[in-house]
């Protein structure tokens, strides 16, 4: 699916710092997104948006639901309206004035197919977990154990064979871990352990 959105504004800088509340994001969540392993791909990257923002951005609680939004919402129009794949959502929040970086960086997850550019920390980010989140849940489901004793050996066996989780593009990883300044490997040991508590509730 490629869906160039002919633009790289998004948003209003007056609404700096708008967000949803919970309640809203979920009902939002919840009301767009009926597939289950959908559902549990995007808790699971906005999960891991909001441990890094706590971990490594230091940010406070603010910031850190700011980041955990573009995580939880990143996909979802992609469930009802795949031909509308990211424009729906984008134009949702904006009706909803909410903050212009959380926009951008649901536009800039996959810069290949919407021809938008990570910039921001926040935009660098959810395109590179976005990615290799999938790939690591899908190497948990073919484990007896799942994420139990998964390590960094495992996960990089997979990434080699193309055949595996052959919808996760190789290319974007390699290209979000540079863009980001990330090591790979350092990458997939922070995302193992703390998606593997989402995959356990």
Same mark, same amino acid.
């Given at each position: 699916?490629?869906?160039?959105?002919?633009?790289?504004?998004?948003?209003?800088?007056?609404?700096?710092?708008?967000?949803?509340?919970?309640?809203?994001?979920?009902?939002?969540?919840?009301?767009?997104?009926?597939?289950?392993?959908?559902?549990?791909?995007?808790?699971?990257?906005? *999960?891991?948006?909001?441990?890094?923002?706590?971990?490594?951005?230091?940010?406070?609680?603010?910031?850190?639901?700011?980041?955990?939004?573009?995580?939880?919402?990143?996909?979802?129009?992609?469930?009802?309206?795949?031909?509308?794949?990211?424009?729906?959502?984008?134009?949702?929040?904006?009706? !909803?004035?909410?903050?212009?970086?959380?926009? !951008? *960086?649901?536009?800039?997850?996959?810069?290949?197919?919407?021809?938008?550019?990570?910039?921001?920390?926040?935009?660098?980010?959810?395109? *590179?977990?976005?990615?290799?989140?999938?790939?690591?849940?899908?190497?948990?489901?073919?484990?007896?154990?799942?994420?139990?004793?998964?390590?960094?050996?495992?996960?990089?066996?997979?990434?080699?064979?193309?055949?595996?989780?052959?919808?996760?593009?190789?290319?974007?990883?390699?290209?979000?871990?540079?863009?980001? *300044?990330?090591?790979?490997?350092?990458?997939?040991?922070?995302?193992?352990? !703390?998606?593997?508590?989402?995959?356990?509730?």
């Amino acid at each position: 699916m490629s869906l160039q959105l002919g633009r790289t504004v998004f948003g209003d800088p007056a609404n700096k710092g708008r967000v949803l509340s919970r309640e809203d994001a979920l009902e939002l969540f919840n009301s767009w997104v009926l597939n289950p392993k959908l559902k549990l791909h995007m808790l699971q990257v906005a *999960a891991l948006m909001r441990s890094w923002a706590a971990e490594k951005e230091q940010l406070d609680e603010a910031g850190q639901w700011r980041w955990e939004l573009a995580g939880l919402l990143h996909d979802a129009d992609w469930d009802q309206w795949p031909d509308l794949h990211c424009k729906k959502i984008i134009e949702e929040l904006e009706q !909803r004035q909410i903050d212009s970086e959380i926009i !951008r *960086a649901i536009a800039s997850h996959g810069h290949l197919h919407f021809g938008v550019i990570p910039e921001t920390q926040m935009d660098k980010l959810l395109y *590179a977990l976005d990615e290799l989140s999938g790939l690591i849940h899908a190497y948990s489901l073919m484990r007896p154990g799942g994420y139990e004793g998964m390590d960094l050996k495992g996960v990089k066996k997979r990434l080699k064979e193309k055949s595996f989780a052959a919808n996760v593009s190789r290319e974007d990883i390699a290209d979000a871990c540079e863009r980001a *300044a990330i090591q790979l490997d350092d990458l997939i040991q922070f995302i193992i352990p !703390r998606q593997a508590l989402v995959a356990e509730k």
